[in-house]
């Protein structure tokens, strides 16, 4: 998979004394990273609203009712 991405967003990929090209690696990896955790964040909250979260469960279960 790494190879992929590199071959396809890293132009002159093999020429790595070049600056430039060190440069794109270096922001392949951010972009790569950054995509990573968002998707994780995002699969993470989905998981947690579709069981229903037993921590917020249990903190909402707990509160005093509202005065009426």
């Given at each position: 998979m790494t190879e992929f991405l590199v071959r396809h967003f890293v132009k002159n990929h093999e020429d790595v004394e070049k600056v430039s090209v060190r440069t794109a690696y270096g922001v392949l990896a951010s972009v790569v990273g950054i995509f990573c955790n968002?998707?994780?964040?995002?699969?993470?909250?989905?998981v947690g609203f579709f069981l229903h979260g037993v921590s917020v469960r249990s903190i909402i279960c707990q509160m005093p009712a509202l005065p009426s």
């Open positions: 968002v998707l994780l964040c995002v699969v993470k909250g989905a």
